[in-house]
Structure formats: C-alpha cells, structure tokens
C-alpha cells in the first residue's frame, strides 16, 4: 500500500471516528429542539420520534406567558456581562503583576491563588452567603456579582498567556521612557486577545449557567435569573417537556452566538495559555 493511500485512510477513518463522536454528543441537542415543537402527547408518544405531527410553535409563545422570560433574562445579562468584565479587568491586571513585575513575596502570593482554584466551590458558599448576609446584600444581584468578581482561575490563564510573551519586549519598552502601565495596556493586552476570549467565554458560559448561587442568594422573583426560572417549570407531579425545552432552547442562544462569533480566538487562546508553564 502506498504513502498517499495510507495517509488519505487514516484522514477517512478520523473523518468518520469525529463525525459519529459528534453525532453522538449532538443527538441530545437535536431531541431538545424536536421536544420543544412537541405537544404534550407528541412527547409521550410511542414509539418516540424525533418531530410529532405538527410543529407546535406555540409552546414558544407560552414561555412569554408562563415565567417573567424577559425580565429573568435581563438579571442574568446584567450579572454575566459584570462577573465577565470584572474578571477581564482583574485577571489581566494581576496576571501582568505575576508574570513582569518584581515584588517580595510574588511567587508566594501566585501559590495562594493556585491553592485558591483546588479548594472547591461548595466549601466556599457558607461564608459567601455569610458575608452577603452581613453586608445586607442577599436577595440582590450584587450577591451574585461582586464574589465573582476575582477569579484564581482566570490570573492563572492570563499568567500562562504573559508567559509566552518574550520578556524583552516590555524591557526594550521601559527603556524607551515606558511606564509599567504603558507596557501593560500597550504591549501585553494586545498580544493577548485570544486569552482574554477564552476568559470571556469561559466566565460567560460559567456565570450564565449557574445555579446554586441564585437558588442560595435569591428569593424574590424580580431578581429571578434564568436557571431559576427554567427550575420553576418543572412541576412536582408532571411537567410540560415541550414548554421546557422552549425556555432551554431561549436560554441558550446567547452562549451559542457568543461561541459562534469568537471561536476563533477561543482555539487560539486554548493553544496559547498551554505553552509555557
């Protein structure tokens, strides 16, 4: 067998292994989108089939009416776009700290901040909500904000980013009259686009997904946000599955066009922040 013909079977059976792995993970997808044009009986029919006998645009009208949608999506929007900017700001600042500045301590400090993303998220919600508490924040969006604000995990993505960066770059720069700030807003920010996409998409997917924060830190339904709301739609005794997955469907847009429009920077800024340790 030839050179040629043995790499063009390799491409083949890779080609074929990925798209029944893709098939396989998208499946579920696909059977959500289908329920959420399903009349109840169309659901429980069986055999299941993927589209029932008519597409019930309807249940998409019904979300409108059932839960406050608009109002539930305009808290999680307001909370997500500020735990993403907060952490942009923060991350980027402290990784640029950690990775060309010199202080006593510094390689202590970032050892800190490492324990920081090992020790695990629910160990940490008891004195969260205890601190919200006596700062009279509960029931706020603020009590889902400003304790998302700093990320361990982010300085540590934008540190590995920095690192990749040659260091003679900022030097040449301060040689030249530039001040840390300088070389930070001018130098290290632009060459690390792809990170601070990868950040966004990462606190974005993270902060809009979430659910025990909200369930724990609100009660009231104005500051409702979407989990919570989608959560409410499941019913004790039976639920309406096409209702559901119209909601689902709604709340997912916005992950899936954020995605779609930075992937490109997201498989970069992958690549990047694993270079150099």
């Known amino acids: ?63 409108f009416e059932t839960i406050d949608f608009i109002g539930m999506f305009k808290n999680t929007l307001i909370v997500t776009v500020a735990v993403a900017a907060g952490q942009l700001v923060t991350s980027t600042m402290a990784g640029f700290a950690f990775t060309y500045l010199n202080f006593r301590g510094r390689d202590t400090i970032f050892k800190i901040f490492l324990f920081a993303v090992m020790v695990p998220f629910y160990v940490m919600l008891i004195p969260t909500f205890s601190l919200m508490r006596d700062l009279k924040l509960t029931n706020t969006l603020w009590s889902l904000i400003l304790p998302c604000v700093v990320s361990p995990f982010g300085i540590f993505m934008m540190r590995q980013s ?24 001018r130098i290290y920010l632009p060459l690390s686009k792809p990170a601070m996409t990868t950040l966004v998409i990462f606190t974005f997917m993270s902060t809009w997904n979430d659910f025990i924060r909200p369930l724990i830190f609100l009660t009231s339904n104005k500051n409702m946000t979407l989990t919570l709301g989608l959560y409410n739609l499941v019913g004790s005794y039976a639920t309406d599955w096409g209702l559901l997955m119209a909601a689902v469907i709604m709340s997912l847009l916005p992950i899936l066009i954020l995605y779609l429009c930075l992937q490109d920077f997201f498989v970069e800024g992958i690549a990047v922040t694993g270079l150099k340790g």
Do not use: H
């Open 162 to 185: 920095y690192l990749s960066i040659p260091r003679s770059l900022g030097e040449a720069a301060a040689i030249d009259g530039c001040s840390p700030w300088k070389i930070f807003t």
């Open 1 to 63: 067998m030839g050179k040629k013909r043995k790499e063009f079977l390799v491409k083949l059976i890779s080609v074929l292994v990925l798209t029944a792995g893709a098939l396989v993970v998208l499946v579920p997808f696909i059977w959500m989108f289908s329920t959420s044009f399903k009349t109840l009986s169309d659901v429980f029919q069986y055999p299941p089939k993927f589209f029932g006998e008519i597409f019930y645009w309807q249940n998409y009208v019904n979300v």
